[in-house]
């Protein structure tokens, strides 16, 4: 069958991708390990820090210190380190970026200079970890003093550039 359609621009990365390489050479990038239970972490969503040395948590209050973003590879065994969604195994070590520029899922349209939240509870449409704009009162946390938009997401599914800087992250705002 022949191909009848062309997409005319390509896409921005895959999520969890650090998004240029002046990023990859000026982020900051920890090596971290899930110290859940039995949730999956999926790349391009936030955690927090765990309970011991580089392990880390999906966010579940909005008083959670937020390490960074789970960065994307694709080293990553099937059926070893990922379950049947994709989502990282509890165990499974993996990078987070704590500052620079990352593809990240967008929740909600958005644009350069709107707010940055960061979903810790779970409600419909958003995972816990998600990135969005809007607030939601005891569900997300503003790290917008901490984070920006640098590419338009357009429609809810988008993938978009935001970039982060950790460093002060009891600048975080609970909504």
Known sequence: ?????VANQMTIGLAGQLSTLHSAADAKVGTAFSQEASAGIDVGLFVKHGTVQDGVLLPSAVTDKLRGIVVHSHS???????DASGFLKPGVHFSVVETGAITVVAKQ???PGDTVRVQVVA????????????????KTIDISALARWKTTAAAIGDLAVVEIDMTNIALAVAD
């Open 1 to 5: 069958m022949p191909q009848t359609a």
């Open 76 to 82: 990553f065994a099937r059926d070893i380190e990922l």
């Open 109 to 111: 349209t958005a644009v």
């Open 123 to 138: 409600e419909a449409g958003f995972l816990v970890g998600d990135l969005r704009r809007t607030a939601s009162v005891a």
